[in-house]
Every structure is written in C-alpha cells, then in structure tokens.
C-alpha cells in the first residue's frame, strides 16, 4: 500500500478530527502517502483531493467539526457516481480508503467496494452510538455531556417556574443519546425509540408526581420517537394537565459541535490508528470499532444491519430514580 485517502461523511462528530490527524500521522508514520478528500463522497466525484503532512493536522485534535468537511451525497448513491468517484481515485493512485462516518458512510463504502474491489476500512463517527461493532462511536460521549449541560441549565429554570420541560435530543433511529441524559440529568421519564412509552403513561407519571407535590419534571425524548417528536408529545400532555405549564426545548445540531471530549480523542486516535494499519494488513470492508475494551473489525453490512440492543436496565433506572 503505497497511498491511501481519508474523508468524512454523513453527520458530523466532535473528535472526527482527532481521527483524521491519527489516519494522517499513523500513514505517514508506515511510510505511506495520504490524501484527504473533502466533502465526503461528494469531493470524491469532483476530485477534490489534497496531500496531506503531519502539519495539517496540527493544532487540530482539540477541534470540533471536521476539517476535511462532511456532505450527504445523493449523486454517490447512484452507479454512475460511484463510477465517477472511483475514476478520481485511479486518477490519484489511491489504493486504500478510511471512511470516516455512520451506516449512510459504510452503505455506500460496503457497495463501493464490491463493486470496484477498494480496500476501504471504516472509523464509526457519529453522535447517535447506532453502530453495531463498537461500544461507543467517535463523537458520542462528547454530545451526551452537551446535552446533559444543556439539561442541567433547564432544570434550573423548570425549578424555579415549577415547569416541565420536554427536551428533545438527537438520536435518528436510536435512544442512546437520550438514555444517559435522562439517567444523568435526572429525568422523569425518558421516550425513546427502542422502547415503548405511551402518552397515557407519560400523563399518569406527570399526574402522580404532581399530586405528591413534586413541582417540576424534565421529560427526555429521543427524537425518533415512536410518540412523535417532543413539540407533539408536549400539545397532547397540556391537553390532558392543563394545570401544569410545560415548555419544549429541542437541542439539535448544538449536540454535534465543540471540542471533542477526552474519552472521544482517546477513541477517535486508538481507531484512526486502527483504520490504517488494517489496511496494511489486508482489511477491507469493514469498521473499526472497540468492544469490550478491544479492537475488532466488523464487516460494514453488519455495522449496518444488525441492531446495538440498549441496555434495559437503564430503562428501569430512569422509573427507580424519578420517584
Ligand atoms: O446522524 C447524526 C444526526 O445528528 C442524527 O442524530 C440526526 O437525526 C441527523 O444527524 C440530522 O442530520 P442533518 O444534520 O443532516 O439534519
């Protein structure tokens, strides 16, 4: 392997950076040249590619966002794109790929390379946590602390106002997310996608609590809900507790900027490290992801389609710990 390329793709993640400076510096530190792609698969059609040195990615391991840049490329979805892209890469003689993003990155990763024989090996970046083959992804940790920060500013006025709050936070198709926020943020009741929480529920806990004198609550929604998303959750509770004011407040994009974590550097280097040298060794198709505190290689369809279980325990903690 003599020159390899790096890009970020999909949502971007706080540590993504601290990442790509691991893919740059591990490359360079086996003797192999490395190109940095921007814009994702998007830069990769257009060829906009640059050689990276260990110097650009200086003064980078403590920023947030990406410096390669990240797109959603609807153009890479479709055969002729990909055959676009993989013409840039012969152009360039890139003969080994590190994607760096969530399942939408490792989808088309997974069919690029099937279909153009590239090694590409995968670093998960993303703030949901949604992938399976590792335990945490890059980014994670460092949005469950901003949310949490977000919450814990929240609990503050819904005190003082004798409020509740509905706080929606990110998390597509998983609650993740939500589910440590809650715990952390002491939340009454946490409604996420993997499990059921009904309205009705949701108004008989608000109810019991109000009776007891408990004043303020904070009710954590991941926003793939089943239930909806919190503004709508929020309009059918007011309906049922007209005595109680309630506010929403949804975080967003807020959890997926600022300065990565020392838990997501410490993730974002061990497998950006990773990523380069299984390439050396011969993998492709595949994600590196840390479970159990150990390195493993996980092909992309897996990543992709088998499911990361959350732990039900936490379910139970959250109904424990609001009494
Ligand atoms: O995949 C990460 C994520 O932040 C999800 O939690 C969220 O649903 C989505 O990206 C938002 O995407 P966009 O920034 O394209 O609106």
Same mark, same amino acid.
């Given at each position: 392997?003599?020159?390899?390329?790096?890009?970020?793709?999909? =949502?971007?993640?706080?540590?993504?950076?601290?990442c790509?400076?691991?893919?740059v510096?591990? @490359?360079?530190?086996?003797?192999?040249?490395v190109? =940095?792609i921007?814009?994702?698969?998007?830069?990769?059609?257009?060829?906009?590619?640059y050689?990276m040195?260990?110097? %650009?990615? %200086?003064?980078?391991?403590?920023?947030? /966002?990406?410096?390669?840049?990240?797109?959603?490329?609807?153009?890479?979805?479709?055969?002729?794109?990909?055959?676009?892209?993989?013409?840039?890469?012969?152009k360039?003689?890139?003969? /080994?790929l590190v994607?760096?993003?969530?399942?939408?990155?490792?989808t088309?990763?997974?069919?690029?390379?099937?279909?153009f =024989?590239?090694?590409?090996?995968?670093?998960?970046?993303?703030?949901?946590?949604?992938?399976?083959?590792?335990d945490?992804?890059?980014?994670?940790?460092?949005?469950?602390?901003?949310?949490?920060?977000?919450?814990?500013?929240i609990?503050?006025t819904?005190?003082s106002?004798?409020?509740?709050?509905?706080?929606?936070v990110?998390?597509?198709?998983?609650?993740?997310?939500?589910?440590?926020c @809650?715990?952390? /943020?002491?939340?009454e009741?946490?409604?996420?996608?993997?499990?059921?929480?009904s309205?009705?529920?949701?108004?008989?806990?608000?109810?019991n609590?109000?009776?007891?004198?408990?004043?303020?609550?904070?009710?954590?929604?991941?926003e793939?809900?089943?239930?909806?998303?919190?503004?709508?959750?929020?309009?059918?509770?007011?309906?049922?507790?007209?005595?109680?004011?309630?506010?929403?407040?949804?975080?967003?994009?807020?959890?997926?900027?600022?300065a990565?974590?020392? @838990?997501?550097r410490?993730?974002?280097?061990?497998?950006?490290?990773a990523?380069?040298?299984?390439?050396?060794?011969?993998? %492709?198709?595949?994600? @590196?992801?840390?479970?159990?505190?150990?390195?493993?290689y996980t092909?992309?369809?897996?990543?992709?389609?088998?499911k990361?279980?959350?732990?039900?325990?936490f379910?139970?903690?959250?109904?424990i710990? %609001?009494?």
């Amino acid at each position: 392997m003599k020159r390899i390329a790096v890009f970020t793709s999909g =949502g971007d993640s706080p540590g993504m950076n601290a990442c790509i400076r691991a893919v740059v510096r591990t @490359a360079i530190y086996h003797g192999i040249e490395v190109y =940095g792609i921007r814009k994702g698969y998007n830069g990769m059609i257009s060829g906009d590619f640059y050689k990276m040195e260990s110097s %650009s990615v %200086s003064n980078t391991i403590q920023k947030g /966002g990406t410096i390669l840049k990240s797109a959603r490329s609807k153009e890479f979805m479709t055969r002729e794109g990909r055959e676009r892209a993989f013409e840039q890469l012969k152009k360039y003689e890139i003969d /080994g790929l590190v994607a760096i993003g969530g399942n939408g990155t490792f989808t088309g990763a997974s069919m690029f390379s099937e279909e153009f =024989g590239i090694p590409i090996v995968g670093a998960p970046g993303t703030i949901d946590n949604d992938l399976y083959g590792t335990d945490y992804t890059i980014g994670y940790d460092t949005a469950v602390n901003t949310a949490l920060d977000a919450i814990d500013k929240i609990r503050d006025t819904a005190d003082s106002h004798e409020r509740v709050f509905f706080v929606e936070v990110m998390g597509r198709d998983s609650g993740y997310i939500a589910m440590p926020c @809650a715990i952390g /943020g002491g939340a009454e009741i946490v409604m996420i996608p993997e499990t059921i929480t009904s309205i009705e529920q949701v108004i008989d806990t608000l109810r019991n609590g109000w009776e007891r004198s408990k004043t303020s609550f904070i009710i954590v929604i991941a926003e793939g809900d089943e239930e909806g998303n919190a503004t709508q959750i929020a309009a059918q509770v007011k309906e049922a507790l007209p005595q109680m004011d309630a506010r929403v407040t949804i975080l967003g994009h807020v959890q997926r900027g600022g300065a990565p974590t020392a @838990a997501d550097r410490l993730l974002a280097s061990q497998i950006g490290i990773a990523t380069v040298e299984g390439l050396i060794n011969g993998k %492709s198709d595949v994600m @590196a992801g840390i479970v159990n505190s150990r390195l493993v290689y996980t092909p992309f369809k897996d990543t992709i389609n088998k499911k990361k279980i959350i732990n039900q325990r936490f379910v139970r903690m959250v109904e424990i710990l %609001s009494i």
